[in-house]
């Protein structure tokens, strides 16, 4: 497109500079009322103007620490140049783009550099969304075994469209949405449920994250091998769900590859393919079960996405695999989060109400419990009778507001934060956040103050919400 090209007239920073100030009004008269009445409550009702790397800033130009990356999409931090001039470059192009009856080149070559980082896998379909990289498996399974009924685990999120919604596990999700695909639930790394299911003869596959989002519990080593050892003698697939963890986030390209032998059929691939800036999600899969699904030309549409491998999508992943492998930051996310972990782990008898540390690379676990002392023990109690989680949540409101640092609690009812920074993080993002969660600590193991008298409102609240 050329640049001097009249924009008709619409001036976002004008519209931005006159209304940003009644996005949280605007947000609850038209879209979801409860995330601004969510975020008020909590006190994370900020209004932030700007963000790059690992950073977001507010008008003052505050600087806050991203340990969300947006769910795990920015794994290169916002605003990587790179991937913003491979997606203004493409559009400047001009592309016949989405012309639905040609083979434009950008699938291909994105096809191509992701499957090099998948050996024993032949094949990708591309659609918009991690959800959507789920139905696909989902589809595929089903119609290259001839079977309908799709294992998954306890606790496992594989996303909230209706048949993605019917392999999560968990209920809060699922509630007013049933009934669902009739899919079974296992326990992570229960061989013995596992098998006892896939006797029945009528599975297609197992679905599983390899380190689940929800508590950040990784499979058990060498149970993901043994799996999928019984699936295949039972002619059933193993799905490898790496939405959240694939794309470098556990220090290997895909979590999977770090237990030697594991080769799924199908894998779901999203959010840190983006790049930051275009929907995407991937699928990919071995040949045959391709050929099953795609198996004559009056299935070519069999399944489809409109806006699946649109140039944009493409470019930003072309990009975004480029700066991995130029910055070596699946190594950086190996390094920097043993680094992050270890340090974590040497707090954990500092604190008695710190319980573990856990996880890979740069997705990392930090799990409160009962501590020993009366006096704490009593606060804990009370929170606990109230709602489960309200302790992990009473963390991460001081970590804002006082150290402005980014954090999330890692799922409904469960006393854990869940840390997924941008994967370019240094030692120096890690320093700030031990410091402050030392001094967050600190003051939860004193008993009382601003914490805690936050902690009795959220009591309150969730008492009145019942």
């Known amino acids: 497109m050329p640049a001097d090209r009249p924009t008709g007239g619409l001036d976002l920073a004008a519209l931005l500079a006159d209304r940003a100030a009644e996005r949280y009004e605007l947000h609850a008269k038209y879209l979801n009322p409860q995330l601004p009445r969510m975020l ?39 605003h990587h140049p790179v991937v913003r001039a491979a997606v203004q470059q493409v559009m400047d192009l001009g592309l016949p783009d989405l012309t639905r009856f040609d083979c434009s080149p950008l699938p291909g070559l994105l096809a191509e550099r992701l499957l090099a980082e998948a050996p024993g896998l032949d094949r990708v379909f591309f659609g918009n969304s991690g959800t959507e990289a789920v139905e696909t498996a989902l589809k595929f399974a089903r119609c290259a075994t001839g079977r309908r009924r799709i294992l998954y685990c306890d606790h496992a999120f594989h996303g909230l469209t209706a048949g993605s919604l019917s392999v999560n596990g968990e209920s809060g999700f699922r509630k007013g949405f049933e009934p669902l695909l009739p899919d079974t639930a296992v326990p992570l790394g229960d061989l013995g449920a596992l098998e006892k299911e896939l006797k029945k003869g009528d599975v297609a596959a197992l679905i599983v994250e390899p380190i689940q989002g929800k508590g950040v519990h990784a499979a058990p080593p060498g149970w993901l091998y043994a799996a999928q ?113 270890g340090r974590l782990a040497e707090l954990v008898d500092r604190y008695e109400l710190l319980a573990d540390v856990r996880g890979r690379g740069l997705m990392i676990g930090i799990e409160f419990g009962r501590p020993k002392s009366l006096k704490l023990r009593t606060g804990w109690t009370a929170l606990q009778a109230a709602r489960k989680g309200l302790f992990a949540q009473m963390v991460v409101v001081p970590l804002l507001q006082r150290h402005r640092i980014l954090t999330q609690v890692s799922g ?6 869940k840390l997924i920074p941008p994967l370019i993080i240094t030692e120096k993002e890690v320093d700030r956040f031990v410091d402050a969660f030392t001094e967050v600590m600190d003051e939860a193991h004193r008993g009382s103050g601003l914490m805690w008298d936050f902690g009795r409102t959220l009591v309150k609240q969730a008492v009145g919400g019942r």
Request: net charge negative; aromatic share 12%.
């Open 229 to 341: 050892e019984l699936l295949h003698a039972h002619k059933a697939l193993l799905i490898c769900d790496e939405v959240q963890t694939g794309i470098g986030r556990t220090g290997d390209f895909f979590a999977y590859q770090h237990e030697e032998g594991v080769r799924p059929d199908l894998v779901c691939a999203a959010k840190a393919l983006s790049g930051g800036y275009v929907p995407i999600g991937a699928t990919l899969g071995k040949d045959w079960i391709f050929d099953k699904v795609y198996s004559s030309m009056d299935r070519v549409l069999v399944h489809s996405a409109s806006f699946g491998s649109n140039a944009q999508a493409m470019a930003a992943g072309l990009a975004t695999l480029h700066v991995m492998r130029d910055e070596q930051v699946v190594a950086n996310a190996r390094k920097v989060g043993d680094l992050f972990r």
């Open 412 to 417: 409904d009812h469960l006393e854990v934060i």
């Open 40 to 78: 008020h409550t909590i006190g994370f009702d900020k209004y932030y103007e700007r963000a790059e790397g690992p950073y977001f800033y507010d008008a003052d130009g505050n600087e806050y620490l991203d340990m969300l990356a947006g769910f795990g999409i920015f794994a290169l931090g916002r």
